[in-house]
């Protein structure tokens, strides 16, 4: 068939803009991820499962509230946030990732994944912190 010149060019033009940006946004999104580290770190019964040489753009954590509580809460006060993979949403087992990273099936299920990019601001972040911790104490505590 024929070639879409128009087409090809666009995508060229895209990849190469993108592949300029990453570095920028790799290293923004490592100081959020740190952040993100360093306070849900710091608050009792949360776990961090993101490995610190792992991706920047994904965070894993658990905490003592069970991840579909979480997980709403956090999405009505507009957060998009992760219990489980696509994949494996309709499933009622534990994640057999997560389980494979010796994490228990309990944990499994207090367990929520951020995903991350270049426009998520720090203020953003320390809201979802707030969040977290409005949450944690209004099921926990």
């Known amino acids: 068939g024929t070639i879409n010149a128009p087409?090809?060019?666009?995508?060229?033009?895209?990849l190469r803009k993108a592949l300029?940006?990453?570095p920028k946004a790799s290293k923004h999104v490592s100081t959020l991820n740190q952040y993100l580290r360093n306070t849900l770190g710091s608050i009792e019964d949360v776990k961090i499962h993101s490995s610190i040489n792992g991706s920047p753009f994904i965070f894993n954590f658990a905490s003592p509230v069970p991840s579909e509580i979480m997980m709403n809460s956090l999405q009505s006060a507009g957060f998009m946030v992760s219990a489980k993979s696509t994949c494996s949403s309709?499933?009622?087992s534990a994640s057999h990732v997560l389980v494979a990273l010796s994490i228990t099936s309990e944990e499994a299920d207090h367990t929520i994944r951020v995903s991350m990019h270049e426009e998520v601001t720090q203020k953003d972040i320390e809201s979802f912190v707030k969040q977290v911790i409005t949450t944690i104490e209004k099921f926990v505590k």
């Open 90 to 92: 309709q499933e009622q």
């Open 20 to 22: 300029t940006a990453q």
């Open 7 to 14: 087409a090809q060019i666009v995508f060229a033009k895209t």
